[in-house]
């Protein structure tokens, strides 16, 4: 017999995985992310070099993060979503995915996957921007992802406020911080 998933039992569900995946965290790491803010403010790297090494930080956060979450390679509901990127996103992902971007015509997020996505995958995985690297969906299923869900922005989220505060001060600092839908930087090919 087959159970039916509510939204009310996986909200607890996501509400469990959300508090299992931050018990996950070694306290260093959230040192590390307290300090993540002063850290780039004293930095004399160059703004791209920033956004690399804030990426890296998210990807450790990640991996930690990837057992207690419906996140799962093939998965692709989220980039059906509103995808903002800034210029300095775009320059990154031209930089280490060797790819032009080709202004390209915003269709309908939520109907238009993103351009960068083939054949279900993300054709720039580690150089995803910034919004996509934070949406991480604590649900045990996609189900609750899929772009006709109503209940996607409303299940727990992982969030840490020095991270978006980074990429906001890494952002400020660059003349690149202009954002728009990616659908509106690379054209679908």
Request: net charge positive.
């Amino acid at each position: 017999m087959e159970q039916t998933i509510t939204f009310e039992s996986e909200s607890i569900t996501a509400r469990k995985n959300y508090e299992k995946a931050v018990a996950a965290i070694p306290g260093s790491l959230v040192v590390r992310e307290d300090k993540l803010l002063l850290k780039f403010m004293k930095s004399k790297l160059n703004p791209l070099n920033k956004l690399e090494l804030l990426y890296d930080f998210m990807d450790e956060i990640s991996e930690l993060v990837a057992p207690f979450t419906a996140c799962k390679q093939g998965c692709n509901h989220c980039c059906n979503y509103d995808v903002s990127v800034s210029g300095l996103e775009v320059s990154y992902i031209e930089k280490t995915q060797k790819v032009k971007s080709v202004p390209g015509v915003i269709k309908q997020a939520g109907v238009t996957p993103c351009p960068l996505l083939k054949n279900g995958k993300c054709t720039i995985y580690s150089s995803r921007p910034f919004v996509c690297r934070k949406r991480i969906a604590m649900t045990n299923t996609a189900k609750w992802c899929e772009t006709d869900s109503s209940y996607e922005h409303k299940f727990s989220k992982i969030a840490f406020s020095e991270i978006d505060k980074s990429y906001d001060f890494i952002l400020l600092e660059s003349e690149h911080h202009k954002q728009q839908d990616i659908r509106e930087w690379f054209a679908a090919k």
